[in-house]
Nanobody, 122 residues
Framework: QVQLVESGGGLAQAGGSLRLSCAAS?????MGWFRQTPGKEREFVAA????????YYADSMKGRFTISRDNAKNTVYLQMNSLKPEDTAVYYC??????????????????WGQGTQVTVSS
């Protein structure tokens, strides 16, 4: 059983930055961030391998968002820069506990955090 606790969401202005954190209890392999807005499916944002050496991003986040992890703290981070109003969503941390392939689809993940709201004003 893995528990994930996110923090760091809030309000930012367009062009600003926020940093999300996700503390995990239990063993994880790859970890990812997803986001969801009302009426839409949860979409992939970014993912990182266990070692941290392999990272993956949705096209609209490349160059703006950076995912990283600190295995000593069992924590994954999402640094979000150059935020846009369309980045407004609930952001979820997710953990994959089996397999070596880094997941980029929500169905590949086993555990989810409770979500943290990110609101970007124009």
């Amino acid at each position: 059983q893995v528990q994930l606790v996110e923090s760091g969401g809030g309000l930012a202005q367009a062009g600003g930055s926020l940093r999300l954190s996700c503390a995990a209890s239990g063993r994880t392999v790859s970890m990812g961030w997803f986001r969801q807005t009302p009426g839409k499916e949860r979409e992939f944002v970014a993912a990182v391998s266990w070692s941290g050496s392999n990272t993956y991003y949705a096209d609209s986040m490349k160059g703006r968002f950076t995912i990283s992890r600190d295995n000593a703290k069992n924590t994954v981070y999402l640094q979000m820069n150059s935020l846009k109003p369309e980045d407004t969503a609930v952001y979820y941390c997710a953990a994959k506990t089996k397999g070596i392939v880094v997941g980029t689809h929500r169905l590949e993940y086993d555990y989810w955090g409770q979500g943290t709201q990110v609101t970007v004003s124009s």
